[in-house]
């Protein structure tokens, strides 16, 4: 009998396994799909040639994430490559914002915008240096972070205080406009808050836009040399190592829970896996309390603020085999892993209010990844590796194109959305249509399928929106691992502090099974001892 069983084997279930394992628990992972990874895989699907991640590919939040840097998964063989520049986000006209881990070459992208938007960029630079280790600690601790908001706060006051604070609220649009004279800046900042599912008006848009801005200037956006997988198999070879062992293959339908308390699971075959000790799901809210565990174990509340879970925007991705390097008639983006298309923070607002209203976007906001260009292994020589994702509504109540999209990504939908992708490809980067050797098409219902997690295609395990963070993440009055059944922990990126490829659900997840049972031993040897001096007094 392991001491613990961990549901899926993502990122954030195997980070987990490993910290128990190293703690010296037994740990067994039961994983539904064929092959470990969750949304950190890679195939040779699209061309035979051509290395394709099938979901998840730029990871700054990896290499910013002390869990990660812990696990020293270097000794696991992991590599990291980078591309020459982190971001572009060309414009019609010519014009193009760049992201560098060179701050010089970011600011002076900026000065072309405007003369002194570089500087402007310095400053908001200056304050996230000023506030990183704050900031870092603060992100990646179970909530509360008691001690790492303590000192933030130490340099906050240092920083600004509550006019930083201020700052930190303001939609992107708003800071955009407040920090610079051009429209570079904000083009950056409002690009990468839209990797979430924050709207140029959203609040707090402007603090996660500047995050993930900073985070790639300081970390750049790398990715796993040989493809994301390989981020996925020095975990799994770490966890070999200390004992630790992954099924593929075994579906989890329930958590069996017997006197108040998680003992183990149910698999879809029928097998009853007990757990000595914990059990710890990388899976999402709604499917374990709405599913895996039998109602009657939970609160009626939790039920019923289940009802109202947000998850963020749906997702389409296109993946590219690509005969030659991506023709842009911004010369300065074909040296970024990740390029932006859309016509100014206006066409970011006019996707995001399409999106809201239940309309597949007509010019869809899209994210473009170069792969090759960022890790030369990834396809021969002279080619390019490629894909794009853009965000459609879970609910689609009309087009705003002309093909009639319903939305429900048949064969023809598929195909006229992925057109509509390449499309807008093709408006910053004429020519590229005749580049293409073959592509994969990824529809919401394809991306589930090979995820559950990714429900509906979504990638971040709930909305960013500030209702569905921190103390409101999975649902009010949460925000931590524990939940209502002993023994069983949320591991998922359901979790504080939410999507991204970090692992810091699954660390806290460790940690507090780790904590509880420390401190359930104690309590035990502690009740001994009264009762042995009690029985001395009589």
């Known amino acids: 009998m392991p001491d613990a069983v961990v549901i899926g084997a993502g990122p954030n279930g195997l980070v987990a396994a490993n910290l128990l394992a190293d703690a010296g628990w037994s740990v067994e992972v039961l994983e539904a799909q064929d092959q470990p990874g969750g949304a950190v895989r890679h195939d040779r699907g699209v061309d035979p040639e051509f290395v394709s991640d099938l979901f998840s590919t730029f990871y700054p939040l990896a290499a910013a994430s002390p869990v990660i840097a812990g696990l020293r998964l270097e000794r696991e063989g992991l590599r990291w490559s980078h591309a020459p520049k982190v971001l572009a ?85 708003r800071l955009g406009e407040e920090e610079f004279r051009g429209e570079g800046g904000g083009l950056l900042l409002a690009g990468n808050a839209l990797h979430a599912d924050l709207a140029p008006e959203a609040a707090g848009s402007g603090g996660f836009g500047w995050l993930m801005s900073m985070l790639g200037q300081t970390y750049g956006f790398p990715v796993p040399t040989g493809g994301s997988g390989a981020l996925t198999a020095a975990l799994v070879r770490r966890l070999a190592r200390r004992g630790g062992s992954v099924r593929c293959g075994e579906r989890v339908t329930e958590v069996l829970v017997r006197g108040g308390r998680a003992v183990g699971v149910r698999t879809s075959g029928g097998e009853e896996v007990p757990a000595r000790r914990a059990v710890l799901a990388d899976v999402s809210a709604p499917d374990l309390y709405g599913s895996l565990v039998a ?41 970024a892993g ?23 976007p007509d010019e869809p906001f899209t994210l473009f990844g170069q792969m090759t260009t960022t890790d030369p292994s990834r396809s021969p020589l002279g080619t390019e590796s490629a894909w794009a994702y853009t965000h459609v509504p879970h609910r689609v109540r009309g087009d705003a194109g ?81 939940t209502p059944v002993p023994g069983l922990y949320l591991a998922s990126a359901s979790a504080h502090p939410g999507g991204g490829v970090h692992g810091a659900p699954g660390a806290n997840a460790a940690r507090s099974a780790l904590r509880d049972r420390r401190s359930g031993a104690l309590s035990h040897l502690q009740n001994r001892l009264t009762h042995r001096d009690r029985g001395g007094r009589r």
């Open 89 to 173: 986000h060309p414009l019609r006209d010519g014009r193009c914002a760049v992201l560098s881990r060179d701050p010089q070459e970011t600011a002076a992208s900026l000065d072309t915008f405007a003369p002194g938007d570089g500087a402007a960029w310095e400053e908001l630079r200056t304050v996230w240096e000023t506030l990183r280790p704050g900031v870092v600690d603060a992100l990646f601790t179970p909530f509360p972070p008691v001690r790492a908001v303590a000192r933030l706060a130490l340099r906050l006051r240092a920083a600004g205080g509550l006019r930083l604070a201020r700052t930190m609220v303001l939609p992107v649009r």
């Open 295 to 335: 109602g009657h174990h939970l609160p009626g509340r939790l039920l019923a603020d289940l009802r109202r879970f947000q998850w963020d925007f749906a997702t389409f991705k296109v993946d590219w085999a690509l005969n030659g390097p991506v023709p842009w008639s911004c010369p300065q983006a074909a040296q």
């Open 338 to 360: 990740t390029v932006h298309l859309a016509e100014g923070v206006d066409g970011l607002t006019r996707f995001a209010a399409q999106i809201a209203m239940g309309q597949v």
């Open 402 to 482: 002309d093909e009639g999209l319903t939305g429900t990504w048949d064969a023809r939908e598929q195909e006229v959305m992925a057109d509509r992708v390449e499309a807008q490809v093709e408006r910053y980067a004429p020519g590229f249509r005749a580049l293409v050797r073959a592509r994969r098409v990824l529809a919401p219902t394809t991306l589930e399928n090979l995820d559950a997690n990714l429900r509906g295609g979504a990638i971040n395990g709930g909305t960013t929106a500030m209702h569905q963070q921190l103390f409101f993440r999975p649902t009010p009055g949460t925000g931590r691992p524990e």
